[in-house]
């Protein structure tokens, strides 16, 4: 098979979806790989780099696009990219369709086959392409809020761990998967004062656990949520439904019983958010203010790190990808059914029911012929 990858073209996305390491997997395994010139150097890979690792360099993304059976990419296809998908092109990348219509439908109508890296699964549960990239911005979302508290930075002017004598700043975290978890390690290990909010009363267990009664655990209602925003410092939104809308927890009514400041940072925003008032924001404009508190919007905050965020994303996503070169899409979504999970846009079809059901359009559950 011939495997492509181009520069991630999101403004900026410094990922990479190859590394050089990869490279020499696909080729020992006898596929051939072309590297659009540049696309490593956000992640310190240079050409050259690739080149020895035995991919072929070409100097424009229009040509790997047109060459490749598979494009695997970090972040979804924007719009000046949706002309070079081509007909039966496999594209595995991260794709977040029930946040985005217009990319949905253009992945129908090209005919393609959309693997998404969200929504794979593990043969034991879990989302194993997703996880490594929700370490990580677990861990970078609250190394942000702490720097858009600081006053200079238009935030209340407070510490994460405070002082001796006084009070530590108040870290809310909506949601207990592995964002959640590693948002709740990262602030309670800077010395705030962590509550965490989900309606899995399991997991709510599990991370008693594992902090040792350290951060606070709450069922989530609307009520608790109201009760533990309003004085909050930070709130972390780290709410996932694999495939679907994110349900909005705060809406802007609420913002108004939060204090002057306070910062949210929504790490769901590229499924939609779950604060009413978020949007998407980049790297260079992160934050914006509504009723008086700062929203932070990044949705590729990994994007920020793009050494450690590839490296992490890609040792996860190897494995399945030299399944779908070495036995093409269908053999292998057939020997793994978590892969077939990922199959989102099959030949003109959705595929996956919770973008389905996000845009009220036509489910067909994809079936190996």
């Known amino acids: 098979m011939i495997v492509g990858c181009v520069r991630e073209k999101k403004a900026q996305e410094y990922r990479v979806g190859l590394t050089p390491a990869n490279v020499i997997e696909y080729v020992s395994h006898g596929h051939q790989v072309l590297i659009e010139a540049g696309a490593g150097e956000g992640s310190a890979f240079s050409d050259a780099d690739y080149e020895q690792a035995g991919a072929a360099i070409l100097e424009h993304a229009a040509d790997v696009w047109q060459q490749?059976?598979?494009?695997?990419?970090?972040?979804?296809?924007?719009?000046?990219?949706?002309?070079?998908?081509?007909?039966?092109?496999?594209?595995?990348?991260?794709?977040?369709?029930?946040?985005?219509?217009?990319?949905?439908?253009?992945?129908?109508?090209?005919?393609?086959?959309?693997?998404?890296?969200?929504?794979?699964?593990?043969?034991?549960?879990?989302?194993?392409?997703?996880?490594?990239?929700?370490?990580?911005?677990?861990?970078?979302?609250?190394?942000?809020?702490?720097?858009?508290l600081e006053k200079t930075n238009g935030g209340r002017g407070v510490l994460l761990g405070g002082v001796p004598g006084v009070k530590h700043a108040k870290v809310v975290v909506l949601g207990a998967g592995i964002v959640g978890t590693q948002s709740c390690k990262v602030a309670s290990g800077m010395g705030a004062d962590v509550?965490?909010?989900?309606?899995?009363?399991?997991?709510?267990?599990?991370?008693?656990?594992?902090?040792?009664?350290?951060?606070?655990?709450?069922?989530?209602?609307?009520?608790?949520?109201?009760?533990?925003?309003?004085?909050?410092?930070?709130?972390?939104?780290?709410?996932?439904?694999?495939?679907?809308?994110?349900?909005?927890?705060?809406r802007?009514?609420?913002?108004?019983?939060?204090?002057?400041?306070?910062?949210?940072?929504?790490?769901?925003?590229?499924?939609?958010?779950?604060?009413?008032?978020?949007?998407?924001?980049?790297h260079d404009d992160p934050v914006y203010t509504v009723d008086g508190i700062l929203h932070y919007g990044v949705a590729n905050i990994p994007g920020a790190v793009p050494r450690t965020s590839t490296m992490a994303l890609t040792n996860a996503?190897?494995?399945?990808?030299?399944?779908?070169?070495?036995?093409?899409?269908?053999?292998?979504?057939?020997?793994?059914?978590g892969l077939k999970k990922g199959i989102n846009i099959y030949r003109g079809r959705c595929t996956c029911e919770n973008v389905a059901k996000s845009f009220g359009i036509a489910y067909t559950p994809f079936e190996v012929s």
């Open 68 to 148: 490749s059976m598979m494009i695997v990419k970090v972040k979804e296809p924007l719009p000046d990219e949706y002309a070079l998908i081509r007909p039966d092109q496999v594209l595995f990348t991260y794709l977040h369709l029930a946040a985005d219509r217009r990319l949905t439908d253009t992945l129908m109508a090209s005919g393609c086959r959309a693997v998404a890296y969200e929504t794979v699964t593990a043969s034991l549960g879990g989302l194993p392409l997703l996880r490594p990239m929700s370490e990580v911005a677990g861990r970078l979302c609250v190394q942000e809020g702490a720097h858009y």
């Open 195 to 250: 509550t965490v909010l989900d309606k899995n009363l399991a997991r709510l267990a599990q991370l008693d656990e594992l902090f040792d009664g350290k951060v606070k655990t709450v069922y989530s209602s609307e009520h608790a949520i109201v009760d533990e925003i309003k004085d909050a410092d930070l709130v972390i939104g780290a709410v996932l439904i694999p495939g679907a809308s994110t349900p909005k927890l705060v």
């Open 252 to 282: 802007r009514e609420h913002l108004r019983q939060m204090k002057p400041g306070s910062v949210i940072v929504d790490v769901a925003v590229d499924q939609g958010g779950c604060v009413e008032t978020s949007h998407v924001t980049y």
């Open 317 to 337: 996503t190897i494995a399945y990808g030299l399944k779908i070169a070495d036995l093409g899409l269908e053999k292998a979504a057939a020997a793994d059914p």
